[in-house]
């Protein structure tokens, strides 16, 4: 793990903070701030039936580059994207924290999440793996690529509109 | 109790029990769901001889699959032993099934093969239990449709009209052939089957809906059903129908504006469609995709097909993929990616929709006033050369039409 840390700079400590507060800003809805974490070059996806299953084929729950992040996100603060107005009320948990490899600038991150979502629908339990993949810029880490495999989405989901 | 549809369905308004009566959802899995024509899936998503594929008619689980000679059958996912599912992967190629439990075997045009330690039952070739097969499979543009019913209307008289819309979204292929090959996204709606059915072809919602969504990507869908629009919206009969929105397009009379971009991003498939169809090219380059229910459960929406399959009176699972047209990956990679910020549980479209359809049972729940009310354009409506009614592009007609289906099917004498 020190031979990561002497290429990247980020330690697992520096990788955790950063993962919590993503988790954080997810769940109260802070877009905002959500929406500066990620890089220019960002990759947001959610994939459907298979993990493995090749994006520019198949359909994807989302899969959404920057320009649709940032379409996605403006949704959301018009207030009338109905899906989350009024918004879940909901937290997560992130644990199992691995730095799986470092490609060039990239650390390349995955880690288990429980989310459990309430809102008038019902309660919703919604659980997976994350790949992440941060980059350091400047003085900040930024999110280049966030792949969240839910561990039911080979089955029919309900309404994910919040941010996942 | 015998239900007196009659009086739930009225031609301006329905009975809210309708949506919310679990005795009325057993009535309509007999009387529509396992009786009349409903669509599967596509002949695309089993390609090649022994390809078969998992799908859902409501609570049927039934395997589609292609035999050797190229035929597509749609078999019942239940040993004739004990009932066991013969069938547990999604998808896959095989000539046969067997099931796990007791090692009986099954051709994938569902008679039997063998069944092991013969001896049981007096040595081979003795029993002829085959799997259940849904009574009419047909196709029509490559969709696959199952009739439980042994007999009734063929599938062309059961759709009808919707035929030519099914039509009009194969010509957008340089092949002539629509392919449903992108897999599905499943979205699961705590609402009643006819909620979305309803919503399909309803031109009032899109402005409030998905002002969100059009305000913030400066889409011109709203205006499509504006009070300003040429669009229309027709009952197409057999309870289906559809928004026309080809008046609007070819009032704009660009080639490509009914997919929201230009021919200049899509050059090499303008081309080819040019080059195939000559002088008449223009029309479907602006004319695009149809926005059409067939009912009881296939949507066409332009870009996206959804197969709506009723899981519970309150609970609704719409699958939905990307159109894909032969012969044009150029348009295919851009119908895809549309397609997915568009719908599904995440959909910048269909999220809202499905947000309102749970809603609506939810205030179902509430006592009064009893009835839904489908008046909308009832004074303004009239018929069209083809003897269709036709309304406004924001008109209630598809939902009359609709209802005036449903129920010629639900009062059926000899329904039981």
């Given amino acids: 793990m020190s031979s990561l840390a002497e290429h990247t700079g980020l330690d697992l400590r520096e990788v955790e903070r950063f993962l919590y507060r993503e988790a954080r800003l997810a769940d109260e809805h802070d877009y905002d701030g959500w929406e500066a974490l990620w890089t220019d070059d960002a990759l947001y996806w959610v994939p459907a039936g298979s993990p493995d299953a090749d994006p520019q084929r198949l359909m994807s729950v989302i899969y959404d580059n920057r320009s649709r992040i940032r379409t996605r996100i403006s949704q959301l603060k018009t207030g009338k994207r109905y899906a989350q107005s009024p918004p879940s009320n909901m937290r997560r948990l992130i644990s199992n924290i691995e730095v799986v490899a470092v490609e060039g600038a990239d650390t390349v991150v995955g880690a288990n999440f429980l989310l459990i979502e309430s809102r008038e629908r019902g309660t919703t339990m919604w659980a997976g793996r994350t790949t992440y993949r941060l980059r350091r810029v400047e003085d900040d880490i930024r999110l280049a690529y966030k792949k969240v495999v839910l561990v039911d989405s080979a089955e029919a989901l309900s309404t994910l509109a919040f941010l996942i | ?416």
Wanted: aromatic share 8%.
């Fill in chain 2, 1 to 416: 109790m015998t239900v007196q549809y009659s009086e739930l369905i009225q031609p301006e308004r329905v009975h809210g029990s309708l949506y919310t009566d679990p005795s009325i959802f057993a009535e309509e899995l007999d009387r529509i769901w396992y009786r009349t024509w409903v669509c599967v899936g596509h002949a695309s998503e089993v390609a090649r001889p022994g390809d078969y594929v998992r799908k859902k008619v409501a609570a049927q689980d039934v395997i589609m699959t292609r035999s050797t000679d190229g035929e597509i059958s749609l078999l019942l996912n239940r040993c004739a032993h004990r009932g066991n599912l013969v069938c547990e992967d999604e998808r896959g190629n095989s000539g046969s099934f067997r099931c796990p439990y007791h090692g009986w075997t099954y051709r994938n045009t569902g008679e039997m093969l063998g069944y092991p330690y013969n001896q049981g039952y007096g040595g081979k070739g003795k029993l002829s239990l085959g799997l259940g097969r849904v009574p009419r499979v047909d196709t029509y543009q490559g969709f696959v449709f199952a009739s439980f019913a042994a007999d009734g209307p063929s599938l062309k008289e059961h759709l009808g009209a919707a035929a030519g819309e099914l039509d009009r979204l194969a010509r957008l292929s340089p092949e002539g052939e629509v392919e449903l090959t992108a897999g599905w996204l499943k979205h699961r709606a705590k609402a009643n089957w006819k909620l979305l059915v309803e919503n399909e072809t309803d031109g009032y919602h899109p402005q409030f809906v998905h002002g969100s969504v059009f305000s913030v990507t400066g889409s011109h869908i709203g205006n499509l059903y504006s009070d300003k629009s040429t669009a229309v919206t027709r009952d197409l009969g057999g309870g289906h129908s559809e928004n026309d929105l080809r008046p609007e397009f070819r009032r704009m009379g660009t080639p490509m504006t009914w997919f929201g971009t230009s021919e200049a991003k899509v050059p090499e498939y303008v081309a080819k469609m040019r080059e195939l169809h000559g002088k008449q090219a223009e029309e479907i380059l602006i004319e695009g995709a149809p926005h059409v229910m067939v009912f009881p459960n296939l949507f066409v929406a332009e870009i996206s097909v959804f197969m709506i399959q009723p899981t519970a009176v309150d609970e609704t699972v719409q699958n939905v993929t990307a159109v894909q047209l032969k012969g044009a990956p150029e348009m295919n990679r851009r119908l895809l990616s549309q397609c997915v910020g568009s719908v599904g549980p995440a959909g910048m479209l269909l999220a809202d929709d499905s947000e309102m359809y749970e809603r609506n049972q939810r205030g179902m729940a509430a006592r009064m006033p009893e009835w839904l009310d489908i008046r909308r354009g009832v004074g303004r409506e009239r018929v069209d050369e083809n003897g269709f009614r036709v309304g406004a592009a924001n008109d209630e007609t598809g939902m009359r039409g609709f209802w005036s289906h449903y129920r010629s099917l639900m009062e059926r004498e000899d329904a039981r």
